[in-house]
């Protein structure tokens, strides 16, 4: 993949079903400088503007009809598409937090809230091309579990009660761990949701992410081993 060495080089596919925020995500992308810009409307017709512009970024809604977001993700990370390293930038909102797991096991880059505003989308664009995404084998995206979205709500999701944390493990403030610890336990929703299962290294994508996921969600402490 050629890095863009500028906004204005760069090419970005929105996939977004809602007009009026397709229409605010281009406003800020222009905002930033990018001019190449292409909209989808859902899924299905992301993954037919994949084969017609192949995009340097891809800004990515979750909660779409017939084919949702991380429908669409999966097929990317699975090699249905034209490339599998596609970097994904994943709108969501607060009422979201049962598919951010998912959208994670599946290599999204970075999450915006979807009260998008112009400083938070510039600094998840410049760091999804910052740092390239790091992919696993098809296998591995194909064994993802997708939960049932249907009507901007989430039908069926996978849920977790909370298990104890291991011995010499330490709960500390996500902002005070270090990349290269390990997960001691599954990170949950409020809601038991599983956002991480226990056992991730923590990289510094992985711990990008979830401090994306913070400022979105309640996640002030992690148990990590390091």
């Known amino acids: 993949m050629n890095t863009p060495t500028k ?21 800020v992308l222009e905002m930033i400088g990018v001019t190449k810009i292409t909209e989808a409307t859902d899924g299905s017709d992301g ?25 669409f993700l999966k097929s990317v990370r699975t090699g249905l598409s034209t490339r599998r390293d596609y ?35 510039k600094d998840r664009v410049a760091r999804v091309i910052a740092d390239p995404v790091r992919l696993r084998s098809p296998d591995a995206y194909q ?14 999701s996978r849920l977790r009660a909370s298990a104890p944390p291991p011995a010499r493990a330490h709960e500390i403030p996500l902002e ?21 299962i226990g056992g991730t290294v923590l990289g510094v994508s992985v711990l990008n992410n979830l401090r994306d996921i913070s400022k979105i969600i309640d996640l002030p402490t992690l148990w990590v081993k390091e």
């Open 176 to 196: 005070m761990v270090k990349p290269g610890s390990t997960l001691a336990r599954d990170v949950l929703s409020d809601n038991g949701n599983v956002l991480m």
């Open 7 to 27: 906004y204005s080089d760069m090419h970005v596919l929105v996939v977004e079903d809602d007009k009026f925020m397709r229409d605010m995500v281009r406003r």
């Open 143 to 156: 064994a993802v579990h997708i939960p049932n979205i249907k009507s901007g709500a989430v039908i069926e």
């Open 47 to 71: 993954l037919k503007k994949l084969v017609e512009v192949s995009p340097d970024l891809i800004v990515l809604d979750i909660m779409m009809e017939p084919m949702n977001g991380l429908q």
């Open 87 to 121: 970097p994904v930038v994943v709108l969501t909102g607060s009422n979201d937090e049962s598919v951010l797991g998912t959208a994670m096991s599946l290599d999204c880059n970075a999450f915006v809230d979807k009260a998008v505003s112009l400083g938070e989308i």
